[in-house]
């Protein structure tokens, strides 16, 4: 067997090569970023051009390269990484990191104390999910940083599945725009004022409360733009604006939509479906044309609490015959 380090230098000009396409996807779990991978590649016309760059944390990072080691899909390029090597991503630069060090944002994501009220129902639970608390979650703002010699690059969030070939997204013409994202204000709760306090001057002052908000989840980012604007210098200062919580509320999606304010361009909605996380009631000819379909939401796939009718759609990029997976039984 060949080692997979000697295969990674082998492939190094690969993971640098602007001509390729390249994808990011930042995730702890090992069987939802294989269906991502399996799936894309599964779609992907010349397999060979596409390139995975997948970051973990020290915990999964043992597991995330050994599965990709024995089950890579044939064709691709899969590189995988510990965020903790990332020397220049400590507290002295990231401010959420510091943020994150203190003792206070554990009581504000799991005792509920908070000067914003947040809504009724199971929001709540929502934002207190410990993913949050993870750097992988807003890694997603530092691309050029991770990956200084790419133009372009496709972030993927770790409960989507691919239906369709995704190339052709690096050609569209983003018309100088920084972030191409599905909007979602044709649902309901999907506008800035949703997500924003707009209670607060800085946020009244700066921005629309009924600008159209956009998905996370399948993002083409153009990183010779990002540098060009300094996207990142953009996201530190509201991160600093933000040091005491009243802005926005937990997530990534609420700083990701004033970080890229006016400078989204809008995805044709068949690019991304979303909701297969939370709305029984989707409509399925939406999410059979779909290029890519979001578990978005709690119900995530992997999980008994899933919706039934949706599983399938993730189930099938599983591996059958993986003796592991059938001791499991995780594709039922």
């Given at each position: 067997m060949q080692d997979y380090g000697s295969k990674e230098a082998v492939h190094a000009d690969m993971l640098e090569d602007p001509a390729l396409y390249h994808y990011a996807i930042f995730s702890d779990n090992v069987l939802a970023t294989s269906v991502v991978v399996n799936s894309t590649v599964f779609h992907a016309k010349e397999a060979e051009k596409h390139v995975?760059?997948?970051?973990?944390?020290?915990?999964?990072?043992?597991?995330?390269?050994?599965?990709?080691l024995v089950n890579a899909p044939a064709g691709a390029t899969i590189q995988?990484?510990?965020?903790?090597d990332f020397?220049?991503?400590?507290?002295?630069?990231?401010l959420v990191l510091r943020q994150l060090e203190t003792a206070h944002?554990?009581?504000?994501y799991f005792k509920g104390s908070h000067p914003w009220t947040l809504p009724a129902r199971d929001d709540n639970l929502k934002y207190r999910n410990p993913k949050y608390l993870?750097?992988?979650?807003?890694?997603?703002?530092?691309?050029?940083?991770?990956?200084?010699?790419?133009?372009?690059?496709?972030f993927l969030d770790d409960d989507i599945v691919v239906q369709k070939d995704l190339t052709p997204l690096w050609s569209i013409d983003m018309q100088g725009m920084v972030n191409g994202a599905v909007e979602t204000c044709k649902e309901s709760f999907h506008r800035f004022d949703t997500y924003l306090n707009f209670s607060h001057p800085k946020i009244s002052q700066n921005f629309d409360p009924n600008a159209c908000a956009w998905a996370f989840g399948m993002n083409m980012f153009d990183l010779k733009e990002w540098k060009k604007r300094n996207i990142t210098g953009i996201y530190h200062h509201w991160q600093d604006m933000n040091e005491d919580r009243t802005l926005w509320k937990l997530g990534s999606l609420p700083p990701g939509l004033i970080t890229f304010y006016n400078l989204t361009y809008p995805l044709d909605r068949s690019w991304h479906a979303l909701g297969l996380g939370y709305d029984p009631a989707l409509n399925e000819t939406e999410i059979e044309e779909a290029a890519v379909i979001h578990f978005n939401g709690?119900?995530?796939?992997?999980?008994?609490l899933a919706i039934p009718k949706y599983k399938p759609y993730w189930s099938k990029f599983l591996m059958p015959d993986n003796?592991?997976?059938?001791?499991?039984?995780?594709?039922?």
């Open positions: 995975f760059h997948l970051v973990t944390d020290r915990l999964n990072f043992v597991a995330m390269k050994m599965w990709f995988v990484e510990n965020i903790d020397k220049w991503l400590n507290s002295s630069y990231c944002p554990q009581e504000y993870s750097m992988l979650n807003h890694l997603r703002f530092y691309l050029p940083e991770v990956y200084p010699k790419l133009d372009k690059i496709l709690n119900y995530k796939p992997w999980l008994d003796l592991y997976l059938q001791y499991c039984r995780i594709s039922e």
